[in-house]
C-alpha cells in the first residue's frame, strides 16, 4: 500500500523497519532526489509532502516521502483533509508516504479514518517485561530475520537476560549467530556469551515480596552498579507493592468484575491480573502495607541524605523480614 503508518513506543523497531521500508522503495543512487523528510513543527510540511508524493520518482526506484509525528493524524484542517480525499486513491504506485506516531492513531478522527482505508498499519508496542510469553515470540521472530536458530530454553534465558531492550536482542542475537555458524544455539550458549543486563527494580520487588533477602540484595547491587537512580528504585518498588495491596484487598473483598480491579489498581491491561493474583495468594494485605510503610521510611531517608547503598540494604532486609 502507497499509505504505511507506524506506531509504538519501540523507536528502536520501528526505525528498523523504517530502514527496510527506505531500502525497498528507494535506490540509492536517486535516493537523493526521491527522499523526503518534513518536521511536524512546520505548518508547510504536509503541502510539500502532498506534492512530493504526487510527484514520479528521477531515474530508478520508488519515491519515499516521511512525516515524523504528523498532525495528519490529528487536528487536520478541512483544506488538508479535502486534498487529502482527492489525492490518495490516485497515489503512483511507485511512492509511499509514511506517517510514525508514539501514540495509536484515533480511527475516529476524520483524517485518520480516511488515511486508514488506503494505508498498512504496523505497530511497534513496548513489551512490558512481565510478559514473557510475549518477549519469547518477539525473540523468535528476529531470530528468524537474523537467520538464527534457537532451542524453546535458549529464548528463555535470553529474554530473562535482556529484558525488553530490543536494540540489546538484536546485537545479542547478531553475535549468537556468529558464534554458532550455522549451529542451534542452546541455554547453556546463551548463560556463557550473554550478560544479564535486565536486572531490575520489578524483579527486586519480586524477591522483597518473596522474603528472598539474599536475591534481593544482590539485586540491590546490580542496579548500584547500573547506576539505577534510587529514588527511582523506590518509586518502582513503592508502585508494585500498592498493585499488589489493592488486588489483594480486592480479592479479599470478593470482587467478581476484573474491569473493576484493573480501574482500582490502575492496570492498564486486564491479562496481568491473571498474574497479579498468583503473586499475592500468599502474601497477607498486613505485610503489604508493612512493606508500603518500610519504602516510605525508605523514600524519606534517601530524600534526607542517607548514604544510597546503606539506605537501600538496610530498608530491603527490613521489608524481606
Known amino acids: 500500500m502507497p499509505i ?3 506506531w509504538g513506543e519501540d523507536e528502536f523497531l520501528m526505525s528498523r523497519v523504517i530502514k527496510q521500508l527506505r531500502s525497498r522503495v528507494l535506490d540509492e543512487r536517486w535516493a537523493s532526489f526521491n527522499y523526503s523528510e518534513y518536521p511536524p513543527d512546520s505548518k508547510d510540511s504536509i503541502p510539500q509532502a502532498i506534492a512530493d508524493i504526487m510527484t514520479p ?15 495528519l493524524l490529528g487536528v ?17 504506485a511507485t511512492n509511499f508516504l509514511l506517517i510514525t506516531t508514539i501514540n495509536k492513531p484515533d480511527s475516529r478522527n476524520k483524517s485518520v479514518k480516511l488515511l486508514l482505508q488506503f494505508a498498512q498499519v504496523k505497530e511497534f508496542p513496548s513489551i512490558p517485561q512481565w510478559q514473557t510469553d510475549t518477549l519469547i515470540k518477539q525473540a523468535r521472530n528476529l531470530a528468524k530475520e537474523t537467520g538464527s536458530e534457537f532451542t524453546p530454553d535458549a529464548y528463555r534465558v535470553l529474554v530473562e537476560a535482556v529484558g525488553n531492550n530490543t ?5 545479542q542475537l547478531e553475535k549468537l549467530k556468529v558464534y ?3 549451529v542451534t544455539v542452546n541455554a547453556d550458549t546463551v548463560r556463557e556469551l550473554v ?9 527486586l520487588a519480586s524477591a522483597i515480596r518473596t522474603g528472598n533477602v539474599s536475591l534481593a540484595l544482590k539485586l540491590v547491587e546490580d542496579l ?16 508494585a507493592f500498592r498493585t499488589w495491596l489493592v488486588v489483594k484487598l480486592c480479592i479479599a473483598a470478593n470482587y467478581q468484575d476484573d474491569s473493576a480491579i484493573a480501574f482500582l489498581a490502575e492496570i492498564k491491561n486486564l491479562k496481568r491480573l491473571y498474574f497479579l493474583r498468583q ?11 508493612k512493606a508500603l510503610s518500610v519504602l516510605l521510611e525508605l523514600e524519606l531517608m534517601l530524600k534526607n541524605g542517607w548514604d544510597e547503598k546503606m539506605a537501600l540494604e538496610t530498608q530491603i532486609v527490613k521489608t524481606c523480614a
Not at 520518482?57 to 498532525?71: A, D, E, F, Q
Not at 484542517?77 to 503512483?92: G, R, S
Not at 536494540?167 to 546485537?171: E, F, G, P, Q
Open 57 to 71: 520518482p528521477l531515474g530508478t526506484g520508488g519515491r519515499l516521502v516521511y512525516l515524523p509525528s504528523s498532525t
Open 279 to 289: 503473586e499475592v495468594a500468599s502474601i497477607s494485605a498486613g505485610d503489604l502495607q
Open 167 to 171: 536494540r540489546l536482542l538484536v546485537t
Open 4 to 6: 504505511q503508518i507506524y
Open 76 to 92: 487536520c484542517p478541512k483544506e488538508m483533509l479535502q486534498q487529502l480525499e482527492h489525492i490518495l486513491a490516485i497515489v503512483p
Open 224 to 239: 548500584i552498579t547500573r547506576n539505577e537512580p534510587s529514588l527511582k528504585i523506590v518509586a518502582t518498588l513503592t508502585t
Open 195 to 203: 550478560t544479564n543486563n535486565a536486572t531490575n527494580s520489578l524483579q
Open 180 to 182: 554458532a555458524n550455522g
